[in-house]
């Protein structure tokens, strides 16, 4: 156990906060949100899409696949905003139900999967629609409300995939927004799509006040990590909602204990693997001595371990 100034390091495991990279809050459940239109909302984002509410957005990626009549020999191509080849598990634990997948266009490509990596989109969505004639699915589950320059994020795709739970303060949820030519029905409960809707409607009508936090969250941590030679891994602009902080050290190896470290500490996080960075969380909810916290922690592994 150490203290540094009013953080406890390494406290006993009863005593321990616990941070993760959804904003979930029971207090949520209990707050009075105004009320608005579900269905409004969402064909406000995506008015040339119809939306299909799921249970995860892992559910909405099987769903989106189903639909494509793929053959096991066939392939579904990945393409990343930072050309990393790390994608997570539960993206190709989907495919692989179907198919193979591949991190390049292969000859028996036949569908592409573009993910909006931590809400920071891809830029060149047109392009890839002109220069290759295949279904495209996007994910936006860390990045709802996030667009790029060309401002295309969920025009181009065939299938758009969210996860309310990385966005909102939600327990289960998601959601496969899809063209005219497919038609899918829901598969939930009556009393799971009342949920999502009645929880949905307050964080849904409040969207640039969440943007504008995770935004201030964004910048202080960048300003604070700073100070200790940390530097932001993407560029944050006005059009994105970021899913969490990304950020890098020079001449820095050790992210795999930093990993262990953070988690032990209370704070889901991760390597960026595939690129020396390293993602904390970001979202709605912290305040500004939880971010203190985050920063106290990493000072005192990069100085003191």
Same mark, same amino acid.
């Given at each position: ?22 904003? /979930?809050?029971? *207090? ?9 239109n579900f269905e409004s909302f969402f064909s406000s984002l995506f008015p040339d899409k119809k939306i299909c509410l799921t249970r995860s957005g892992k559910e909405a990626i099987g769903l989106a696949l189903e639909q494509l009549? @793929? ?21 190709? &634990? ?17 569908? @592409? ?6 809400? *920071? ?10 220069? /290759? ?10 990045? @709802?409300?996030?667009?790029n320059t060309e401002k295309s994020v969920g025009t181009i795709g065939d299938f758009v995939i969210c996860s309310f739970p990385k966005v909102f303060s939600l327990q289960i949820g998601g959601a496969l927004l899809h063209s005219? =030519? ?70 820095? =190896? ?11 500490? &209370? ?6 693997? &595939? ?11 912290? =305040? =500004? ?17």
């Amino acid at each position: 156990m150490d203290i540094r100034g009013k953080f406890i390091i390494d406290s006993e495991q009863i005593y321990r906060p616990k941070y993760n990279i959804g904003p /979930f809050s029971i *207090f949520d459940k209990y707050t009075d949100h105004s009320k608005g239109n579900f269905e409004s909302f969402f064909s406000s984002l995506f008015p040339d899409k119809k939306i299909c509410l799921t249970r995860s957005g892992k559910e909405a990626i099987g769903l989106a696949l189903e639909q494509l009549n @793929l053959r096991k020999e066939d392939c579904v191509t990945i393409f990343t905003t930072s050309g990393n080849r790390y994608i997570s598990g539960c993206v190709t &634990g989907e495919i692989e139900k179907f198919c193979s997948w591949s991190m390049k266009i292969e000859e028996n490509t036949q569908v @592409l999967f573009v993910n909006h990596e931590f809400g *920071f989109p891809f830029e060149e969505l047109e392009s890839l629609k002109t220069q /290759f004639d295949f279904p495209i699915i996007e994910d936006v589950a860390h990045g @709802l409300f996030s667009q790029n320059t060309e401002k295309s994020v969920g025009t181009i795709g065939d299938f758009v995939i969210c996860s309310f739970p990385k966005v909102f303060s939600l327990q289960i949820g998601g959601a496969l927004l899809h063209s005219d =030519k497919y038609n899918i029905q829901e598969d939930l409960t009556l009393s799971e799509i009342q949920y999502l809707k009645d929880s949905l409607l307050g964080p849904c009508f409040s969207k640039e006040e969440l943007i504008k936090k995770r935004h201030s969250n964004y910048k202080y941590l960048e300003k604070e990590l700073g100070l200790l030679g940390a530097k932001s891994f993407f560029n944050l602009t006005e059009f994105i909602n970021p899913g969490v902080y990304v950020f890098t050290f020079d001449e820095f =190896k050790q992210w795999d204990e930093l990993k262990v470290f953070m988690q032990s500490n &209370g704070v889901e996080s991760s390597v960026f693997y &595939g690129e020396e960075a390293f993602f904390i969380p970001v979202h709605q909810n912290l =305040k =500004k001595v939880d971010l203190d916290y985050f920063v106290t922690l990493i000072e005192y592994f990069v100085k003191e371990r």
